[in-house]
């Protein structure tokens, strides 16, 4: 998103700090956008006041503190929930899962959620099994996902985006599709709230 021109803010919320350690390493000429962090369940109280200055505030966050959780939920329009292709992803955010669904039972169906395929292998059967097994869900699965790519981690390791390393590379078309879904599912989602 900071790549078309939004102003973006990444809030990390996982007490690990993999977005503040990747930020750390931005070389001087590189545009990025800023990383904060916030690691404790306060999110609800902070978010709110950064977010005026920003078009997107993305708070990345570790599916199983339940505590920070819920408190990014308190603020957040859209959850996107990574799994990889398997069913263990699935049972490890089942708790976000049902922290989301009774958040929206509460808040006329907020926060909205989709899950996002993650590092699917190329050519195996596992990608359409992930899209059978979330169908019971009522959470949506994005048409757009990423593959297992040394791009992502050569990217990580350097303070770069896979946009920056390999502008015309397949993780960066990934990156591309993953984008434009999301922002056309938000602008769907507020022509829908809009009167």
Request: aromatic content about 6%; hydrophobic content about 45%.
């Amino acid at each position: 998103m900071h790549k078309r021109g939004f102003a973006v803010l990444i809030v990390d919320s996982d007490p690990q700090g993999t977005a503040r350690d990747w930020h750390s390493l931005q070389p001087e000429d590189l545009s990025l956008p800023p990383v904060i962090g916030i690691d404790r369940p306060m999110l609800h109280f902070d978010v709110p006041r950064l977010a005026s200055a920003y078009d997107f505030v993305i708070i990345d966050g570790a599916a199983r503190l339940e505590e920070l959780s819920t408190s990014a939920l308190k603020v957040a329009d859209l959850v996107v929930i990574p799994v990889q292709p398997s069913g263990y992803d699935l049972w490890a955010v089942s708790g976000l899962i049902a922290l989301i669904q009774a958040r929206q039972s509460v808040t006329e169906g907020r926060p909205l959620a989709v899950f996002v395929a993650s590092r699917q292998i190329v050519g195996t059967h596992l990608a359409k099994e992930i899209d059978d097994a979330v169908e019971d869900l009522d959470i949506p699965m994005m048409k757009a996902r990423t593959s297992q790519r040394v791009a992502y981690a050569e990217a990580g390791q350097s303070g770069f985006t896979v946009l920056d390393l390999e502008p015309t590379g397949k993780a960066a078309g990934e990156i591309e599709a993953l984008t434009t879904e999301l922002l056309n599912f938000l602008n769907h989602a507020q022509a829908k709230k809009s009167p």
